[in-house]
């Protein structure tokens, strides 16, 4: 039989990877973080000195992308080349290297196979963009995780500031704007709810409301 999956999709700064992660925990299955791939083709893209609309170069890197992620204790360490930049890939600026070349489809579709293969037994919590809507169409559940942008931009300001670095809130909010517009209005993969997914508005929940939310829908399918 196939392996189950879980698909979490949803806007930047929507909690998702805190959802997912707790989910995947709680359930006792495997997590891809889809977005750290992208994040890793970035990040590694720019260092090598790659322009990020030289789509031919951009396929072949994301083919042969030395990554590994390592589970360990509830986190995932990802390491690139043998080196450990699970914080570097978390800056905002890699996160707008990601956004570059996750516009090119035909780097999307090498990257294909690299998620897929994150499916195995006893299941999958798969946190993304087009997780419901592209890579896992066949999931049983699907969940598109929301949240106004004045919400995700104070979430993650509280975030920075825990991290002891400057922002301000008006700068996340345009940020976050810029990124959802990116984001939902690309020709290919556009973010949206998959028409069978369960659509949470987190606005005014808390992560254990939506967490616990979510394992009861997963439990209203077994
Ligand atoms: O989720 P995260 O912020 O780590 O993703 C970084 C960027 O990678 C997103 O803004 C999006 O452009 C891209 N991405 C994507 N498809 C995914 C996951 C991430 O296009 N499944």
């Known amino acids: 039989p196939s392996t189950a999956v879980l698909t979490i999709d949803g806007p930047v700064s929507s909690g998702k ?16 973080d889809s977005g750290a791939l992208y994040r890793v083709l970035g990040y590694h893209a720019k260092n090598q000195g790659l322009a990020l609309d ?10 042969t992308l030395p990554v590994r992620f390592i589970e360990q204790e509830g986190e995932t360490a990802v390491i690139l080349d043998g080196e450990d930049v699970s914080n570097i890939i978390r800056q905002e600026s890699v996160g707008e290297l990601a956004s570059q070349v996750a516009v090119l489809q035909p780097v999307r579709d090498a990257l294909l196979a690299r998620q897929r293969v994150f499916a195995e ?16 169409t066949s999931a049983p559940l699907k969940i598109y995780l929301t949240a106004s942008a004045e919400e995700r931009a104070r979430r993650r300001f509280e975030q920075l500031k825990e991290k002891g670095f400057d922002a301000t809130l008006a700068t996340l909010v345009e940020d976050i704007r810029t990124r959802d517009d990116r984001d939902m209005n690309r020709e290919v993969a556009p973010l949206r709810p998959a028409d069978d997914a369960v659509v949470i508005e987190s606005t005014t929940l808390t992560v254990d409301e939506v967490v616990n939310r979510i394992l009861e829908e997963a439990a209203a399918r077994q």
């Open 121 to 136: 037994p006893p299941g999958l919590v798969a946190d993304g963009r087009d997780m419901g809507t592209v890579v896992f």
């Open 17 to 32: 990877g805190t959802v997912a992660r707790l989910v995947a925990i709680r359930l006792g299955w495997h997590l891809l």
């Open 54 to 63: 030289d789509e031919p170069a951009l396929v072949e890197l994301a083919k």
